[in-house]
């Protein structure tokens, strides 16, 4: 089992940056891939961006290229999603998200935290 606790959501201006974190626990995550996700209202849950806890191997989504950093605190057993140039389209729930590197699926997921970018 793999515990995520997502914080660091709120209100933010357009243009305006915020940083997510998220706090793994219950497994050595060398093995695990973490990811953010994120659900705007009335759409399907989208990949945001995700990190290869040991190998620190990335990936995006386009649509987040050059404004959003994924990046791990080993010490603390924390991968952010530092989040820049943000606009409307960027509100959403975005959550936090484990799977196994032998698996495709996600299987472990935290409770969300809210992102509002106000124009």
């Known amino acids: 089992q793999v515990q995520l606790v997502e914080s660091g959501g709120g209100l933010v201006q357009a243009g305006g940056s915020l940083r997510l974190s998220c706090a793994a626990s219950g497994r050595t995550l060398s093995s695990y891939v973490l990811g953010w996700f994120r659900q705007a209202p009335g759409k399907e849950r989208e990949f945001v961006a995700a990190?290869?806890?040991?190998?620190?191997?990335?990936d995006y989504a386009d649509f987040v290229k050059g404004r959003f950093t994924i990046y791990r605190n080993y010490a603390v057993n924390t991968v952010h999603l530092q989040m820049s140039s943000l606009n409307s389209e960027d509100t959403a729930v975005y959550y936090c998200?484990?799977?196994?590197?032998?698996?495709?699926?996600?299987?472990?997921w935290g409770q969300g935290t809210q992102v509002t970018v106000s124009s």
């Open positions: 990190v290869a806890w040991g190998s620190g191997i990335k």
């Open positions: 998200a484990a799977r196994s590197l032998s698996t495709q699926a996600y299987n472990y």
